[in-house]
């Protein structure tokens, strides 16, 4: 077996000493009742009730690694989250109807595995009736891969399981690493002496983590070439692409459920980066990949926007930096502004040269631009890569890695009926990092409901910025930033922009035939789903037509005819302050106040109302190579509503289904009338009259942030 390290992570070991692994924390509260939204429970003719029940199956605890690192108190930190927290968190905070922990496979060793599985059965025996539980609770792990180039990058994906028992879940993650990966970590005597040195001076938390790093050195890797079920139980499992993840589902045999999520996130995916280099029968497997988060706490990756991260240029061989449109400002070419702000002095032509020297320096960077230039502030990049009409948008989105683009494109190594497609349903979750399952039920509390963070001191942060972004002895020559061969502590550092771009985080919805394990897990596998931005929407959206009659989101079907559909949409509640009585007795005053800080989800007697309803269409390719702008229509109907606290319902056809002669994918939003939210302005950009930005007042988390400002503004 090969021995494992944490590469670049391991930067912060200078700050820590001794330690032991957090616990899995003690779940307090007892079952509540259970209460449903009389609107949410529905008949169907030949299948009896159902209902509407609301979840979020992307949680961290503070078991995941960069969520221990955000909990420390360099980054203002509130300390550990542990499982035991997202229990009552989920129960009497949010008050969803199920949940799942997906803590980085990268983080769990076999040993923290098991205890995030009996903290888990924990609380599902704390829910009562298993057919009519308060709460379900699931198990699983994101498999974190992030590449360095459109070719090597698949993205993040979650892997849940719908049972509990040892013997229907596996023993251990499986995590992104590449083969080898941990060798280069520093070496377990390190470890060590780095403890007995700064025993006297560090502790705490610090000792915790650098406790982490240890254990994670010192866990093995599995081997390579055998079988899952053949392998000892306390080695790490790397699977280094997703055809590698799944060949080892496949050989657990296990139901399972892959969820790709975040898919478009600048943060992490290399610009130009796009899903067709998953699209074939190794990188995905329809029978498990089903669904696709299209909304968290990160922001929104479900639009497709046909800008230009690069432009191709035959003659000169490269990728040029595309100038500014009406919709966009790409980060090479305000490198370029920055250098001629700063040109002073220097003549036309040796100004000129930098300029372009800044842009493909800053092109090359990728997503690390800023370090051009390791002088500026957040503010001097303006609203650089950003999508300026998307809602709540990811920062800096990829659009080849979006939902839309998804739908449209096709693997043509296959041919006719059995060429592949991605043929997701939609979700969203919160993908928080504090053991907090929903917690977009109120705009409030920014800090504390989103995953924002950054430096909390002024003077530390002014020794590390220079340490970690770089420096240059003149400010007026553009730096070139190192080639990448690992992530490290520094990636964790650029952040100060990516907070306008945090928000309280989405919901994952179902149509269900009860509230028990397995009628939910049934739902999210038939994709009856949808995904909400935090409001519990009641959404139903039908084909009338379909062969044997009515068919739900979620279905597909062959028709001769045209399509006719039915949407209906309910708003979400308008919610009261404070918590309900039910969760003022369920927990303790200072388990609320410690999980929920005194806000719950409480709703009241009236509804938001539902503003209008827009269908999306989308063609899917026919052909290698077809454009995929034009096969997205969005919105390509648009539906007014009147302000009903019965909510909205419409019904259409499309009379081009025939003549277009192509597959066709429908999707709905309900649009809920104009309420504030959280970054909603993102980086409150200032523009001249002429449409160019020239300020911007970003919403940050560390210490230049205002926690009483939560960065409020109108969305819909």
């Known amino acids: 077996m090969a021995r494992r390290g944490l590469g670049g992570v391991a930067a912060l070991l200078l700050l820590a000493c001794g330690g032991k692994d957090e616990p899995v924390g003690v779940i307090e509260g007892s079952a509540r009742p259970v209460v449903e939204d009389p609107a949410s429970v529905y008949s169907v003719d030949s299948e009896g009730e159902r209902r509407i029940l609301f979840g979020d199956l992307h949680v961290h605890t503070t078991y995941s690694i960069d969520a221990f690192i955000f909990s420390l108190p360099i980054f203002g930190g509130e300390g550990a989250h542990p499982p035991a927290d997202a229990c009552d968190y989920a129960r009497h905070c949010s008050q969803l109807d199920f949940f799942s922990i997906t803590d980085h496979a990268e983080g769990i060793t076999p040993d923290r595995w098991e205890r995030l599985k009996q903290s888990t059965r924990e609380c599902n025996e704390r829910a009562g009736d298993s057919a009519n539980p308060d709460v379900v609770s699931y198990i699983g792990w994101e498999w974190t891969q992030a590449g360095f180039t459109p070719e090597d990058h698949f993205g993040h994906k979650n892997v849940i399981f719908p049972d509990l028992a040892d013997d229907r879940v596996p023993a251990r993650p499986i995590n992104s690493l590449p083969y080898g990966t941990l060798d280069r ?42 079988d899952v079920r053949e392998l000892p139980t306390e080695c790490m499992e790397n699977a280094p692409r997703p055809s590698v993840l799944f060949d080892k589902l496949r050989q657990w045999g296990f139901e399972t459920l892959v969820i790709p999520h975040g898919l478009a996130w600048g943060l992490h995916a290399p610009p130009g980066s796009n899903l067709d280099v998953q699209l074939n029968p190794e990188d995905h497997d329809p029978q498990v990949q089903k669904l696709l988060e299209i909304y968290s706490g990160h922001g929104n990756s479900e639009e497709f926007r046909s800008w230009a991260e690069a432009w191709p240029n035959a003659s000169l061989g490269a990728r040029v930096c595309p100038e500014p449109s009406g919709d966009r400002l790409a980060c090479c070419w305000r490198a370029g502004e920055i250098m001629r702000e700063r040109c002073g002095d220097l003549s036309e032509a040796e100004c000129e040269q930098r300029v372009s020297a800044a842009r493909s320096l800053a092109l090359a ?40 683009y998804s739908l449209a494109i096709a693997d043509f190594d296959g041919a006719g009926d059995k060429r592949l497609r991605f043929r997701f349903g939609f979700i969203g979750s919160s993908d928080d990092h504090k053991a907090q399952p929903g917690t977009g039920y109120k705009q409030i509390l920014r800090r504390r409901n989103t995953d924002g963070h950054g430096i909390a001191s002024e003077r530390i942060d002014s020794w590390l910025r220079p340490a970690l972004l770089g420096s240059a002895d003149d400010p007026t020559v553009p730096q070139p930033v190192p080639v990448r061969t690992e992530r490290g502590f520094k990636d964790l550092m650029d952040v100060e922009r990516v907070a306008s771009f945090l928000y309280p985080g989405g919901l994952v919805a179902v149509h269900a035939t009860g509230r028990d394990r397995r009628s939910i897990w049934e739902s999210l596998s038939r994709r009856e789903v949808y995904g909400t931005s935090g409001p519990r929407i009641l959404l139903w959206f039908n084909l009338l037509n379909g062969p044997d009659g009515s068919l739900p989101m979620g279905s597909e079907v062959e028709l001769s005819e045209a399509p006719r559909f039915e949407v209906r949409a309910v708003g979400s509640w308008v919610q009261k302050p404070g918590c309900p009585q039910t969760s003022l007795v369920g927990l303790s005053a200072e388990r609320l106040a ?22 999306v269409r989308i063609f899917v390719q026919q052909r290698e190579g077809e454009p995929v702008a034009p096969l997205i229509e969005d919105p390509w109907r648009r539906f007014e509503c009147a302000p009903d606290p019965n909510g909205c319902r ?41 449409g160019r930005p020239v300020e911007s007042a970003p919403c940050f988390a560390n210490h230049r942030s205002d926690d009483s400002d939560d960065c409020l503004a109108p969305v819909q």
């Not at 999980?595 to 827009?614: K, Q, S």
Request: hydrophobic residues 35%.
């Open 594 to 615: 410690q999980l929920c800080a005194g806000e719950c989800y409480h709703p009241g007697d009236a509804r938001v109302p539902i503003g209008a309803i827009e269908v």
């Open 650 to 690: 419409v019904t259409f056809e499309d009379p081009e289904f025939m003549t277009a002669d192509r597959d066709t994918v429908y999707y709905v939003r309900a649009l809920q009338q104009e309420t504030p939210a959280i970054n909603g302005a993102n980086l409150r950009t200032v523009f001249d009259d002429a």
């Open 365 to 404: 960077a990728g997503p690390r631009a800023a370090r051009v230039f390791p002088d500026t502030q957040p503010e001097d990049w303006l609203d650089c890569d950003q999508c300026r009409d998307c809602f709540k948008p990811v920062f800096s989105p990829r659009p080849g890695q979006s939902a839309q």
């Open 185 to 226: 970590s520093p070496p377990r005597l390190l470890l060590r002496g780095a403890q007995a040195l700064l025993a006297p001076i560090a502790g705490g938390a610090y000792a915790d983590f650098l406790w982490l790093l240890q254990h994670l050195a010192e866990t093995p890797e599995c081997e390579t070439g055998t």
